[in-house]
């Protein structure tokens, strides 16, 4: 049977773990002392947990995609992490200056966790064609691919880009996190 991801978060040395795991990086620092973001990744993941686990309870987000592959819940805190990465560890290539500054502040962890739990359920067993495939891992790496998607088209069309970075700043001092 399968537990649901606020029930396998609720064991405080195993929350740990997951979360300390998930923080290291490049050799063997942890991600927040490497990058210079905003928020960091501890936080983020953090945040999720303690404040946004309720969004993946339900049917659609119990057992597994695909048969032989692992429990969905397993999957949602490497997801945001691998959001948050894309952000400020590997950011798309084509920025620099206010516009990669731009795209770095258009990240919003809420913002992501309520994507990818609207999304998951709308694109289970998508991939049920490609067997030889992790295709719960893959659909959930093409979910944060589109989210990130979104977010350079909006970076790279902004005409102000040093306006649009103050209301992101802006934005960022109301949110929770």
Known sequence: ???????????????????????????NTALDDVVKAPVGI??????????????????????????????????ILPSVRKAWASFFVYPPALFSGKKLELFQLLF??????????????????????????DRTAETLSLIVANYVAGKVEQARLSKDPASDIRDAKLRRLNSNI
């Open 108 to 133: 919003d962890a809420d913002e992501f966790v309520e994507y990818l739990a609207e999304t998951l359920p709308k694109v289970k067993s998508s991939l049920s064609s490609f067997e030889k495939l």
């Open 42 to 75: 501890r936080r983020v993941l953090e945040h999720v947990v303690e404040n946004r686990l309720d969004l993946f309870e339900g049917e659609d987000f119990e057992g597994k995609l695909y048969g032989d592959d692992e429990e969905t819940a397993y999957l």
């Open 1 to 27: 049977m399968s537990r649901s991801l606020s029930s396998i978060m609720s064991n405080e040395s195993y929350r740990e773990a997951v979360i300390e795991t998930l923080c290291k990086g490049v050799g």
